[in-house]
């Protein structure tokens, strides 16, 4: 079996590997078919910038600078590869979901873009407010920490953020929550 040393889709991977990564296409005894897609993540952070986003490499073709990393398994490999789409596609013989699925989070960070743009009023206690699809959205500050704060119409949230930036994410990543679960 072929070993690499990554720990979950989530974290990123470790720069040492046991094989060699410039091009595992032309490697014996790594399987070009029968991968798994088991996620597709976007590694840029909310709010994070372009020139601050640190891009991975295709473990498959060696083709950097990927922001939308699929992670598929086999079951021939011990550990998850992290490919761009066209590996993936190539991997899993699926050449709809791997796009589709990268497609969704392309448009997710499109709406949160835009959505960082939107111009929230100024109540008369201060606090930011934004009326969107219906629901009232309320960014406050909390006197006792002196950070701000989300309400999602009446849904008061309990994390605290140190700048309004963080809060505006925070209530985006909340609606995207509830829409998710069908609560909006």
């Given amino acids: 079996m072929l070993s690499v040393s990554i720990k979950t889709h989530r974290e990123r991977p470790n720069k040492k590997t046991e094989i060699q990564m410039s091009n595992l296409w032309k490697q014996s005894g790594v ?3 029968g991968w798994t897609l088991v996620d597709v993540i976007d590694i840029r952070e ?12 295709c473990m498959m073709c060696g083709n950097e600078k990927i922001r939308y990393v699929h992670i598929v398994t086999h079951d021939e490999i011990d550990e998850e590869f992290r490919v761009g789409c066209i590996c993936a596609e190539n ?4 050449y709809v979901n791997p796009k589709r699925l990268e497609r969704e989070l392309r448009n997710k960070a ?3 873009r835009t959505w960082l743009k939107k111009e929230w009023k100024v109540n008369q206690n201060g606090n930011r407010y934004l009326n969107y699809h219906d629901h009232h959205l309320l960014i406050y500050k909390d006197k006792k920490s002196d950070k701000y704060k ?3 119409g009446e849904i008061f949230g309990n994390k605290k953020f ?3 930036q963080e809060a505006k994410n925070a209530a985006f990543n909340g609606i995207s929550y509830l ?4 609560q909006w």
């Fill in 162 to 164: 140190d700048t309004i």
């Fill in 179 to 182: 829409k998710d679960h069908d």
């Fill in 46 to 57: 909310d709010g994070q910038s372009e020139d601050d986003t640190s891009y991975e490499s």
């Fill in 31 to 33: 399987p070009h078919k």
């Fill in 91 to 94: 991997m899993t013989n699926d």
């Fill in 150 to 152: 989300v309400k999602i």
């Fill in 110 to 112: 499109t709406k949160r």
